[in-house]
C-alpha cells in the first residue's frame, strides 16, 4: 500500500474557557486525552507511572510473583501483553482518525496488516512525537490518591515517585478536572473453580503468560473464549502436550477437538476439579492436568480514587456514570475514557475525549445532573430486562458503533467512517470462521481502497 500523505497538525478548537487537567495515565486513552484537551485550550499533565507510554502495549517479560495476580501486596505488572501477540483488528481499523495506523516502511517496523505489538507502541510513539504529547507527560509517577480539595470544588491529584524507595518523594497538585485513563486489563478476574483448595497443579492468568516454552509436555486447561483464550491456546499448543479448552458459551456442535489440531480440545466449563488433578468438564469429559490458565478477563480497578462513594465499582460495573464517562454528582469535573471494552478501542478515545474536552471549555453543554440520571436510570433498567448481569455495563460489541456516533454527534466530529465498521464486522466474521489465518489472508479489498482513499484527505 502507498503511503498515505497526511494533513497534520491537527488544527486548535475555539476555546471559550481553559482548564487544569490531570490525566491519569499514558497509555493510548491517555495521549489521545491529552492531545485532545491541548487542542481544546486546556492546560494538561499527564501522570504516568512507567519511564514510557504506551501502556499496555509496553511487552515486558516480567510477570508478577504471584501468578494469578491476586496478592494485593504484589508488585504489580501493568501490560499483559504475551510475546507472539499481534493485533486482533487490521491496522486501518484499529488507528486513531485523526494520525491512521499505516505502515511507515521505515526499516525494522512491521508492516503487516495485523502487526505484531511492538508495531502498536511504535504507531502510539509516532502519535506522540506529531503531536507533542510527551512534553505534557511526568513519567515515573504514580498516582496514589485523587479527591476532592479542601475548597470541594477542585480535585487533588497525589503522586510519588513509582518504585518508592529511599528517595520518595510526594507531590500534591491541585486541578480544575482529573480524567482517568488508567486501562483495565492489569487486575485479574479468575474463575471460581469447586475443589480449587485440593487441587495439586498449577494456576495462572493469562495477565501473566508470556511465552509458551515453559508449558512444554504438560496438559493444560485454559478457560476462556474471548480473544487472548484463542490466541494463547494456539500458541501454548506447539509446545503442550495437550491444551483443553473450558468456554462457557462453548457450542454444543463445536465441542471435542480443534479443527486443524492434534492436541487441542474444546469443552465446555469446567464442573470440578479434584485432589488426584483430575480436572472435570460439564460435557462428561474428563483429564488429569498440569496446569490451569484463566484466560477469564479483568476488573475495573482505581485503588488511587475517592470519591466519597459518588462513583463505585460493583460487580464490574462502575457507575453511576453517564455514557460511560461522567458520574453525575461530579461531572464534569471527573471523567473515565475507555471503559467500554469489545469496541475498536483508539477511535472512541478520541471521541469521548473530545466530548470531555469540549464540555470542560463549555463550548459543548453536558445534560443536566437529572437527565444525566434518568439516562443511567434507563440504560441499567434496559440491561437488567434484558439479563445482561452489571458485569458486562461496559461491554459493547456491536452496538459500540451507536455510541461512537452519538459521541462524534455531541463533539462535533463526523460520524465513524463505513468502511471502518463494515472491515470490523467482515474481520470478526473470519476471525471466528477461518481463525488460523484471518490475520494473513483477507477479503476486504474493496473496503481497504476506501480506508486509504480516505486517509489521503484525512483532516479531522
Ligand atoms: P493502558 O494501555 O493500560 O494504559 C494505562 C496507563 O495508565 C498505563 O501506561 C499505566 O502505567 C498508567 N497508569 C495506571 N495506573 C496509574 C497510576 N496510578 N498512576 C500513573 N499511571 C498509571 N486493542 C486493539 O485495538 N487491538 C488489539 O489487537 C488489542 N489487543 C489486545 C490484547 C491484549 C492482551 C490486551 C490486554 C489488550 C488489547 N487491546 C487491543 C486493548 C488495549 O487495551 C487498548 O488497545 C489500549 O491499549 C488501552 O489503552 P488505555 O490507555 O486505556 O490503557
Not at 468438564?281 to 488511587?304: E, M, R, W
Not at 460495573?317 to 471494552?341: E, I, K, N, T
Not at 463549555?362 to 444525566?372: A, D, F, K, Q, V
Amino acid at each position: 500500500n502507498p503511503t498515505p500523505k497526511l494533513h497534520f497538525p491537527l488544527p486548535a478548537m475555539p476555546s471559550p474557557i481553559s482548564r487544569t487537567v490531570a490525566v491519569i495515565g499514558a497509555g493510548a486513552a491517555g495521549i489521545s486525552a491529552a492531545l485532545e484537551l491541548r487542542r481544546e485550550g486546556h492546560r494538561v499533565v499527564v501522570y504516568e507511572q512507567e519511564d514510557k507510554l504506551g501502556g499496555t502495549w509496553v511487552y515486558t517479560p516480567q510477570t508478577e510473583a504471584d501468578p494469578l495476580g491476586l496478592d494485593p501486596t504484589r508488585d504489580v505488572v501493568h501490560s499483559s501483553v504475551y510475546a507472539s501477540l499481534r493485533t486482533n483488528l487490521p491496522r486501518e481499523v484499529m488507528g486513531f482518525r485523526a494520525y491512521p495506523f499505516v505502515a511507515t516502511g521505515k526499516p525494522g517496523r512491521d508492516p503487516r496488516r495485523f502487526p505484531a505489538h511492538d508495531e502498536v507502541l511504535e504507531y502510539l510513539r509516532d502519535f506522540a512525537e506529531e503531536f507533542g504529547v510527551e512534553e505534557m507527560v511526568r513519567y515515573g509517577r504514580e498516582v496514589w490518591h485523587v479527591g476532592m480539595a479542601a475548597d470541594d470544588r477542585r480535585w487533588v491529584v497525589k503522586s510519588r515517585r513509582s518504585g518508592g524507595g529511599d528517595d520518595d518523594d510526594d507531590d500534591d497538585e491541585v486541578y480544575d478536572a482529573v480524567v482517568i485513563c488508567n486501562g483495565h486489563y492489569s487486575e485479574p478476574r479468575i474463575a471460581n473453580l469447586p475443589g480449587i483448595d485440593e487441587w495439586p497443579g498449577k494456576q495462572i492468568h493469562s495477565h501473566n503468560y508470556r511465552i509458551p516454552d515453559p508449558f512444554r509436555d504438560q496438559v493444560v486447561v485454559l478457560i476462556g473464549s474471548a480473544a487472548s483464550a484463542d490466541d494463547i491456546s494456539r500458541d501454548i499448543a506447539r509446545f503442550a502436550k495437550e491444551v483443553h479448552v473450558a468456554s462457557r458459551s462453548a457450542e454444543v456442535d463445536k465441542i471435542g477437538k480443534f479443527p486443524g489440531h492434534d492436541n487441542i480440545w474444546l469443552h465446555s466449563m469446567i464442573e470440578s476439579v479434584h485432589r488426584d488433578g483430575t480436572v472435570a468438564f460439564h460435557d462428561g469429559d474428563k483429564t488429569v492436568a498440569d496446569v490451569i490458565l484463566h484466560c477469564t478477563g479483568y476488573k475495573f480497578y482505581f485503588p488511587f480514587l475517592e470519591t466519597n462513594k459518588a462513583v463505585t465499582v460493583e460487580d464490574n460495573r462502575v457507575g453511576p456514570l453517564y455514557q460511560h464517562v461522567f458520574p453525575p454528582a461530579l461531572a464534569p469535573w471527573l471523567s473515565f475514557v475507555g471503559l467500554p471494552w469489545k469496541v475498536v478501542p483508539f477511535p472512541q478515545f478520541e471521541l469521548q475525549s473530545r466530548w470531555i474536552a469540549g464540555v470542560l471549555s463549555g463550548r459543548i453543554t453536558l445534560e443536566s445532573n437529572e437527565e444525566m440520571s434518568a439516562d443511567i436510570e434507563a440504560f441499567y433498567s434496559s440491561l437488567e430486562a434484558a439479563g445482561i448481569p452489571k458485569r458486562y455495563t461496559h461491554q459493547m460489541g456491536e452496538s459500540q458503533f451507536e455510541y461512537d456516533d452519538w459521541l462524534a454527534a455531541k463533539s462535533g466530529s463526523p460520524p465513524i467512517e463505513e468502511w471502518r465498521k463494515q472491515m470490523y464486522l467482515v474481520t470478526g466474521r473470519r476471525k471466528r470462521s477461518v481463525p488460523e489465518t484471518y490475520r494473513d489472508q483477507w477479503e476486504d479489498d474493496d473496503l481497504m481502497a476506501l480506508a486509504y482513499q480516505e486517509f489521503k484527505l484525512s483532516k479531522l
